[in-house]
């Protein structure tokens, strides 16, 4: 009997710990939660600014933005975006054909599509008809015009969201080409992933191939977090009927059950997706933008909820944790082309928050 007693008390204690858990579990996923976390982050970030506001770190960031002002309905924050735009001129980067100089467009056609202001979009239109008339230069690296993975999320949605509001169906055109040039280049169709460029594509014979430490190769997360992120905007842009949208579709659905597999077990991504041992902790910007990506799949239908709900809420209770006390997103990796610089709980950057605002614009959709 004694011994009935003491398993009965084990089990209600081990139970209650369980229920505990569960709720704490459940407050990351409340609604007044995620607005107001995603509100403290917003708040943090646009105190703290970093870089020159067309660079590419601020396109992800105010990418986020939008998505917040779009969560959390709040004049406030359109006033910002605006204000950044009026800062800029409107203008993109000013480097013709890179990719990382036109991201921060996105956010000025959203606005567009809102006050119908044309100045808003006339210097990227400008800046197009330059670059589709200008032949790029390639090199060693740079054999194509997008050349590194994390392109992927900085031109190609400004393109397709360029064409869908003006109805000009040759920036989508322009995407097809200059994108499947960077997926032939740089996309590893046995790991279904993507390279971050060329040094890191496995077996080329015109580069030395730089490995991990565990002899695998290297898949950097952030990079493949911008893919996966691009795709996202590029599907929830592109018309139904668009020739080439099943080849987006495959692209997104072929990273999403590999990404979803490498998930470790605080929920997190590594800096390196196939060396994880090497780099211990979890890192906020490839996370953030996986579980947008993800979380959007699972809310248009093209992720089985049953098996990714779980990976998206283990990710999105993980992301929580790297947020620190006065509301900045920590454990950012800085700025780099591989997996190999450090960070910590104070490391921060602009785009970590863009991704977590993304994030949280589409968990709060979920229906659980």
């Known amino acids: 009997m004694k011994k009935l007693f003491v398993v009965f008390v084990a089990v209600v204690f081990y139970a209650g710990i369980t229920t505990a858990q569960n709720v704490e579990k459940e407050k990351f996923f409340d609604e007044t939660f995620i607005k107001k976390t995603m509100k403290n982050a917003l708040d943090w970030q646009l105190h703290h600014p970093n870089h020159k506001l067309w660079d ?70 400008e800046m197009m008809e330059e670059f589709m008339a200008t032949p790029y230069e390639t090199g060693d690296i740079r054999k194509v015009t997008w050349w590194w993975c994390d392109a992927l999320f900085m031109a190609p949605p400004a393109l397709i969201k360029l064409g869908t509001t003006l109805k000009e169906n040759k920036y989508l055109e322009l995407n097809d080409k200059l ?63 668009w020739p080439t949208r099943s080849f987006y579709l495959q692209n997104y659905m072929e990273m999403a059950e590999r990404v979803a597999s490498l998930q470790q077990e605080d929920g997190l991504w590594r800096a390196s997706l196939l060396d994880p041992q090497s780099y211990p902790g979890g890192e906020a910007s490839g996370s953030g933008f996986y579980v947008y990506a993800l979380a959007w799949g699972i809310n248009n239908g093209l992720l089985d909820k049953d098996k990714y709900l779980p990976v998206v809420e283990k990710a999105w209770v993980g992301l929580n944790t790297l947020i620190q006390p006065d509301g900045r997103v920590g454990w950012v990796q800085p700025i780099g082309a591989d997996p190999r610089k450090n960070f910590s709980a104070e490391s921060w950057e602009v785009y970590g928050t863009g991704a977590y605002l993304l994030a949280g614009s589409e968990v709060i959709k979920l229906e659980r």
């Open 56 to 125: 590419w770190t601020n396109g992800a960031f105010y990418a986020g933005v939008y998505a917040a002002y779009e969560t959390l309905e709040n004049e406030n924050i359109y006033n910002a975006i605006y204000a950044m735009g009026e800062f800029n001129n409107w203008e993109p980067g000013p480097r013709l054909h890179h990719a990382d100089d036109h991201v921060i467009c996105q956010s000025y056609i959203d606005l567009y599509r809102i006050s119908g202001e044309r100045k808003m979009i006339q210097p990227f239109i």
């Open 179 to 241: 994108f499947r040039e960077c997926y032939d280049l740089l996309y590893d169709k046995e790991e279904h992933l993507y390279a971050r460029d060329i040094r890191y594509k496995w077996n080329e014979p015109e580069v030395e191939i730089i490995k991990e430490a565990n002899g695998k190769k290297i898949f950097w997360s952030r990079g493949n977090g911008w893919v996966m992120g691009g795709l996202v905007r590029v599907l929830e842009e592109l018309p139904e009927n």
